[in-house]
Nanobody, 115 residues
Framework: QVQLAESWGGLVQPGGSLRLSCAAS????????MGWYRQVPGKQRELVAT???????NYEDSVKGRFTISRDNAKNTAYLQMNNLKPEDTAVYYC?????????WGQGTQVTVSS
């Protein structure tokens, strides 16, 4: 059974930082592209960042220079370091794993940026 478990979302003030984690089980983690997406009510889920099995990264324009995606294949875990958070970053953040036609999602973790 495949599981992606996100953690460490929460409430943070503007300008603050959070580090999300996504622990994977039931997949050969090292061969999967890992990604983070986010969604706000009434809008489509949008890509935030991805990291390939080779370590190549891709970011949505609004988070470039503020967010960093990384992975630790030994721990089957992907991370999203989020710095200089803004109110518009408020969303439910979802972890995704993808390999060919196989794609899996986590349950999501809420990130709220507010003073």
């Amino acid at each position: 059974q495949v599981q992606l478990a996100e953690s460490w979302g929460g409430l943070v003030q503007p300008g603050g930082s959070l580090r999300l984690s996504c622990a994977a089980s039931g997949i050969l983690f090292s061969i999967y592209t890992m990604g983070w997406y986010r969604q706000v009510p009434g809008k489509q889920r949008e890509l935030v960042a991805t990291i390939s099995r080779g370590g190549s990264t891709n970011y949505e324009d609004s988070v470039k220079g503020r967010f960093t995606i990384s992975r630790d294949n030994a721990k089957n875990t992907a991370y999203l370091q989020m710095n200089n958070l803004k109110p518009e970053d408020t969303a439910v953040y979802y972890c995704n794993s993808n390999f060919g036609t196989r794609t899996y999602w986590g349950q999501g973790t809420q990130v709220t940026v507010s003073s």
